[in-house]
């Protein structure tokens, strides 16, 4: 079977290297030829675990990357995985999805084809996107992807659920869909079918439920530290419930990347084109908005003024072992102390995490990005924890209390071990804590 995955993105190289490693012929087609050049010569864009190797081993093999989408005319089958980005109050641009629509629309001759979107899309957009299409010989399904960055490879091959919508054009296809995801089948991976609109939003639902739980133990935090309450055991004590769970309740600086944060704002605005009023979603928002901003005011309150003062940034994308800046919670902490006059030295594990930050910031002085987390804490006022990146954990603690001027460390993702830094003379301030 061959198949053609439109958009090389997290989603779609993601996609494509997984299908290419179930055997099938894959074309990964980009409108940016820098990006398909590079991949052409095995480099990947973006830092994911397992991403190279998969790239080696199917490279010229059973997969390639064109800018050109009458390679269309072969496939069986096509996922459309462009980017749906933000517009700038929160709606979603689908600009990019419906010109790959438009571009690939004349391709679609010959044998029947399948077409499965798996950008994130308003509910709604499959409907469009098929009647872009309806004359054109192919079954749309909306497929919608739940993958993690950091862990893309393994979340695509270990999903929790694969949701599949459908209409009733495209049902009597659902078995050609099946062959494509056979590795699924036989695994015995729940498959959720459902109409285009429901399995729309169960991508939107997903995202927005893991930032409720987010939002919910970040306001309890601000709570907690008035009432000698412990955050964390608290979010043990609720997770333990296994109606909860206990993933996705450690308080910290609000969510980031580029998942959460749009889509929840997507979802708002949907809501609110139905004429409907989202209050418990926009509450997540307004939590999430303030988090950060919250946080910063307790480090304000312990300095006179923060102008001038050198704070050694730990984590500066929005999570661990990925290189995306995309709405860090770290940037957001960065801009707030450079707009105070302070200094920031950042570090990051990830090497093109840091790259990254330096391009961001290649005019202001304000601010280095350092190789070595421990020249960041050189006569540093103060150490702020941004991403719960357990390898800031291990760092030598006791060499970092001899480098920084000032023993205070603000642990914006619990995740530093409070008794031992107490001992070494720190002042310890946590999220909730
Ligand atoms: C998310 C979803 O998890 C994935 O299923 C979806 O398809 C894409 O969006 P991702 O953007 O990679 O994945 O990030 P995720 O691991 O979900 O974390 C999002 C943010 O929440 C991070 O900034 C993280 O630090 C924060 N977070 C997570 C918390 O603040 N507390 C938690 O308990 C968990």
Known sequence: MKISVIGVGYVGLTQALGLAEFGFDVVGIDIIKEKVDKLNQGQTPLTEEGLEQLLSKHLNNNLSFTTDYSVIKNSDAIFLCVGTPPRQDGSTNLDFLMSAVNTMKPYLTGNHKLVIVKSTVPVGTTRKVYSMLRDNNVAVFFNPEFLREGLAIHDFFNPSRIVIGFDNNSKQYLNNLFKIYEYFVNKNTPFILTNWETAELIKYASNTFLAMKISFINELARFAEHHNIDIKTLSK?????????????????????????????????????????????????????????????????????????????????????????????????????????????????????????LQKYINDHNIEILDDPYECVVNADGVIITTDDAKFTDLDWSKISELISNKIVFDGRNILDEPKLRALGFKYLGVGK
């Open 237 to 357: 004590g609720i997770g333990a419930d296994p109606r909860i769970g206990y993933s996705f309740l450690n308080a910290g600086l609000g969510y980031g990347g580029s998942c959460l944060p749009k889509d929840v704002k997507s979802l708002i605005k949907q809501f609110e084109a139905t004429g409907l009023e989202p209050k418990l979603i926009s509450a997540i928002d307004s939590v999430n908005e303030s988090q950060v901003k919250w946080f910063f005011n307790k480090i304000k309150q312990e300095y006179p003024s923060l102008e001038g003062k050198t704070f050694a940034i730990f984590g500066l994308a929005f999570k661990p072992k990925t290189d995306d800046l995309r709405e860090s919670r770290g940037i957001a902490m960065i801009d707030l102390l450079l707009s105070q006059g302070s200094k920031i030295k950042a570090y990051d594990f990830v090497p093109n995490a840091r790259a990254n930050l």
